[in-house]
């Protein structure tokens, strides 16, 4: 089961700001960096911000990230309607070898 | 542009192998660490294998080790997934992701689009 936790939706109206938080623990989020990726319905998932903060090309600006101790975020501001879609947070983790987790999820509803 | 296209779902019965391919082109393949990643019906995303560019780094999820072997071969810009003793509970789209470094260290761009393998009797 997934090790970092999100809230299972958040929601907002075109225009406003959302957020979603990322919890994990020392050995994940509190000594290695953290990834969101975006997945639009019936698609396959997309990096969204990797190394805490860090955008790839072409994503918009509107779409941030942050990290503090073992927790991170997410904040999309200026909602747009096709921002609508599922975001995990993800990060390694040192315990048993390593290996990569997932958080749980967050469905974003654009009202 | 970067494509991965990955093959070799299907149905097959509990306690059966399958063997997935995931083919990659359009960057230069022995560059990068792969992954598999699934995704069960209506759930989130579980990691499942991570390989480094020369197959000397490897990892697996507890969830399948011992019983899913990752391997690639190079020369054909191919990356591939032994699935044995499968399970229902191993039901999922599975995606192959590029590592953006030549070990498994994350983030994962781009995806391919996913082959759905499903166990059931």
């Known amino acids: 089961q997934s090790v970092l936790t999100q809230p299972p939706s958040a929601s907002g109206t075109p225009g406003q700001r959302v957020t979603i938080s990322c919890s994990g623990s020392?050995?994940?989020?509190?000594?290695?960096?953290v990834n969101w990726y975006q997945q639009l319905p019936g698609t396959a998932p997309k990096l969204l911000i990797y190394?805490?903060?860090q955008r790839p090309s072409g994503v918009p600006d509107r779409f941030s990230g942050s990290k503090s101790g073992t927790s991170a975020s997410l904040a999309i501001s200026g909602l747009q309607s096709e921002d609508e879609a599922d975001y995990y947070c993800a990060a390694w983790d040192d315990s048993l070898n390593g290996r990569y987790v997932f958080g749980t999820g967050t469905k974003v509803t654009v009202l | 542009e970067v494509q991965l296209v990955e093959s070799g779902g299907g149905l097959v019965q509990p306690g059966r192998s399958l063997r997935l391919s995931c083919a990659a082109s359009?960057?230069?393949?022995?560059?990068?660490?792969m992954h598999w990643v699934r995704q069960a019906p209506g759930k989130g995303l579980e990691w499942v294998s991570g390989i480094s560019w020369n197959s000397g780094s490897i990892g697996y999820a507890d969830s399948v080790k011992g019983r899913f072997t990752i391997s690639r071969d190079n020369a054909k810009n191919s990356l591939y997934l032994q699935m044995n003793s499968l399970r229902a509970e191993d039901t999922a789209l599975y995606y192959c992701?590029?590592?953006?470094?030549?070990?498994?260290?994350?983030?994962?761009?781009?995806w391919g689009q996913g082959t759905l393998v499903t166990v059931s009797s």
């Open positions: 190394s805490n903060n």
């Open positions: 992701a590029k590592d953006l470094g030549p070990v498994p260290a994350a983030p994962f761009d781009p």
């Open positions: 020392s050995s994940n989020i509190g000594s290695n960096t």
């Open positions: 359009g960057f230069t393949f022995d560059d990068y660490a």
